[in-house]
């Protein structure tokens, strides 16, 4: 009985022990984040974004090409930032925007936080992108999440020294909901710690939206309010849907499967963002909802409307390459073009398993996948002038396929 007491008690000092812990690592948590977009030239700008709880807020950043973090007074430039609060969220959570412009391509650039109490963060560093026709290398996945697998790729993806992070939708799981804003605070923890090059700087983050971005309140609500964390963590221009030049190789556009933005309200943009994109010898669309899903029905609400408004842009400006999401599998298409099998068409990578759980491959008998698994992995992406080439990286760090893609034929 004395016993049993005693293992009573020491087991409740345990959970109340453990539920402190929980508790502390809550709070930390809640501390801020600081993570970088684009809204402009990815050349010479970047976006400092910098979430803060409003006890101390961020109020200058102060940057310059050499390290200050002994004498941070001394970065000859400053700029003040514009903030945000997130509606409904408790405590409230504001989140600070510096866009620094005029940078130098492929410039190395330091920073520090100064905060409204005249309090210095500590020092970090980010590059430009440069437009020297060096070889342009990036990540993209999608369906990231929260569970132990997520830290597990980012760790992988951060190893690889990505110039930058393309995630096309469903990030956090946190569907638009005030009260998970601890799955972001989580989200946020695991990028810090893993998304930072060999060299120490941060790597910037372009987000696309995915159905878990946006809550069930529906179009009549502006679409703040309907996905109040993608459209308010991330300083993108305030769109769902955007593109984005990488010289002098890649038009990069990220578009909305219907989650704030129907489909057939981009096509008119995506038109014209092709043909201004027509002598850049890639273009790449990243969206959430597969063309050629590998889980879900080929006959989909969404998918059906992509591939009737969008796919003969596709076909028509000789798109080489789609990152596709949402399945949760790996899949690589044949090349395609009005889904027949043709040299040089266009070859659809997916299917968003950044860290969820894979799901089963379905639709094999479709006939259009040159291989498919049900695993969890990113994409490494290297271009430079005489090829694409995407590989498949596991969660154990390994390299499982790999694909080379041809430059579009440029008319000129
Ligand atoms: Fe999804």
Redesign the pocket.
Known sequence: MLFSITKTKIMLVFLLLTLSIYLLGGCSLHSTHVYLTWQGDPHTTMIINVQSLGKDNPEEVLYGDKSCANNPISYPHRIKGTYKTIPEVIPQRNVHTFELTNLTPGGLYFFTIKTSKGKYSQEYKFRTIPNDGSVLHFIVGG?VGILPSAPRLLHYAGKLNPQFVVIG??LAYANGAPKNDWMWDIWFNNWEKHMKTSEGCLIPIIAGI???EVNKKGPSCPPEERSPFYLGYFAQGGKTFFSRIFEPYLSLIILDSSHIIPVSEQTDWLKSTFESSKNYPYIIPVY?VPLYPSHRSFEGGVSVEERNLWLPLFDEYKVNVCFE??DHTFKRTKPLRNGQIVENGTVYLGD?CFGVNPRTIENVSLGYFEKMESKRHFWYVEIDANELKAQAIDEDGNLFDEVSISPRKIEK
Do not use: A, K, R
């Open positions: 369906d939708g469903d995915g159905n878990h959430h999401n949402h968003g």
